[in-house]
């Protein structure tokens, strides 16, 4: 059964809206868990790492305020794009890493944000 | 650092017909390495990984990927392709002491019937 339960998996709003994206861990405690943009026909790149109960690390180039992360519980992590804009548009994911090396990543299903 | 290099953006293939993925990585440490697949609007599946022992790995859905370190390839490959592989194939790899990945800028396979 799934292990990373990411909603919305769709969003389309207005320019200027914020968005929240929630990323829960169905199974396990996460004290991390990764978010991931990717753009179309391009990979995944990392944007931030959070930290239950601490700030979130940022990736070199991802704009902080931008980019709110929140992970106030052991199974919650949050991403707010705020003040989106057209250039914000892609396909968010989180993932869950497992602190286990032979448990891989476990993967949302992704959220796809589009900014008219 | 690691860097994930994908050669071929494309994989076009009819059905039944065997395909290659190809992957190479650099790095200066030992890594693990992986083979994600993308489902359209979907996460990402773990196909198959190397930890480390058999450079020969299977994976799901009749994948299996073969570990060069001489090469430092990681490429994937399936015998017999089906409709329902058509997807986008990402190959990644970690450091042993970090949980995060770097991925590859994806393959998309296409299988024609």
């Known amino acids: 059964g799934a292990v990373v339960s990411q909603h919305p998996s769709w969003v389309i709003c207005k320019s200027g809206t914020s968005v929240k994206i929630e990323c829960r861990s169905l199974?396990?405690?996460?004290?991390?868990m990764f978010w991931y943009r990717q753009f179309p026909k391009q990979s995944l790149m990392l944007m931030a790492t959070?930290?239950?109960?601490?700030?979130?690390?940022?990736e070199q180039g991802v704009e902080k305020d931008k980019f709110l992360i929140n992970h106030a519980s052991l199974t919650l992590s949050t991403l707010t794009v705020t003040s989106a804009h057209p250039e914000d548009s892609s396909f968010y994911i989180c993932?869950?890493?497992?602190?286990?090396?032979?448990?891989?990543?476990?993967f949302g299903d992704g959220t796809r944000l589009s900014i008219l | 650092a690691q860097s994930v290099t994908q050669l071929d953006s494309q994989v076009p293939v009819f059905e039944e017909a065997p395909v290659e993925l190809r992957c190479n990585y650099s790095?200066?440490?030992?890594?693990?390495l992986f083979w994600y697949v993308q489902y359209p609007n979907q996460g990402l599946q773990l196909l198959l990984k190397y930890l480390s022992g058999s450079t020969l790995v299977k994976g799901i859905n009749g994948f299996e990927a073969e570990f060069n370190k001489s090469q430092t390839s990681f490429h994937l490959r399936k015998p017999s392709v089906h409709i329902s592989d058509t997807a986008e194939y990402f190959c990644a790899v970690q450091r042993r002491d970090t949980d995060k990945l770097i991925f590859g800028t994806g393959t998309r396979l296409q299988v024609f019937p």
């Open positions: 790095s200066s440490v030992s890594v693990y």
């Open positions: 959070s930290n239950e109960g601490s700030k979130a690390t940022y």
């Open positions: 199974d396990f405690q996460a004290t991390t």
């Open positions: 993932s869950l890493p497992r602190g286990v090396v032979d448990q891989p990543q476990h």
